[in-house]
């Protein structure tokens, strides 16, 4: 091998980050630790993290977007991660940021819960900060009585801590949200056909989302 020269025949440097010199190989970044190395991530060679919760994190994260999350606060985030990160890094990055910096616990569910049915979902522009927010001013709940939470079009699904479930009911049930009255009751087995049904049609309809993604790059400013 020649002196000075690397052993992965390494192109002129294209991008930088993290205030060094990101390598392109055969015009692909390097991948798994290879990248990582390059950041100084001491990696191991075996697989020691639990790739199968990995996934199951992933398609939860799917979930969530496609179902609870508002767009307009994630676009900008996205606004601000396709300003700073090239586009070949992005999938670098988020796997980066999930691998190494998900520090937050998730969300805890209450031991023994109860999943309410509430009558009011996206099409009143509904997110589960606003549902979380009306449980605990008006419901009496606090925040760690709160599980999942599942927003469709017309109306939505939430855990509560079981004990406490009749009394969100009672406090709850006819009154009006955002000028409109709302039915909140304890979800029946019908229900849950018309969630199943709701949620087909959610996990296909991106409507919300734009493709920027998988348009060409913006100008790197």
Excluded: C
């Excluded at 998900?102 to 819960?113: H, V």
């Excluded at 029946?188 to 998988?214: C, F, I, P, Q, Y």
Aim: aromatic content about 10%; cysteine-free.
């Amino acid at each position: 091998m020649t002196k000075g020269k690397s052993p992965y025949n390494v192109n002129p440097y294209l991008f930088f980050a993290f205030g060094k010199p990101f390598p392109v190989f055969n015009g692909l970044f390097f991948r798994g630790h290879h990248f990582l190395k390059e950041f100084g991530v001491n990696v191991k060679q075996n697989n020691d993290f639990d790739e199968a919760g990995l996934e199951s994190t992933l398609q939860d994260i799917v979930r969530r977007i496609r179902s609870e999350v508002d767009p307009q606060e994630l676009n900008k985030v996205r606004h601000i991660f396709k300003k700073n990160v090239p586009l070949f890094m992005r999938s670098y990055v988020a796997a980066y940021l999930l691998r190494y910096n998900s520090s937050k616990p998730p969300r805890r569910r209450p031991n023994a819960s109860s999943t309410l049915f509430i009558s009011i979902g996206k099409n009143r522009r509904v997110f589960p900060r606003d549902l979380v927010q009306m449980l605990i001013t008006a419901g009496n709940l606090q925040k760690h009585e709160i599980g999942d939470i599942k927003i469709l079009d017309n109306y939505s699904f939430v855990e509560v801590e079981e004990g406490k479930s009749a009394g969100v009911i009672t406090l709850l049930d006819g009154t009006n949200f955002r000028g409109r009255r709302i039915t909140v009751n304890f979800a029946k087995k019908r229900d849950d056909k018309l969630e199943d049904e709701e949620s087909a049609k959610v996990s296909t309809g991106d409507d919300n989302w734009d493709n920027e993604d998988s348009q060409e790059p913006e100008s790197q400013k």
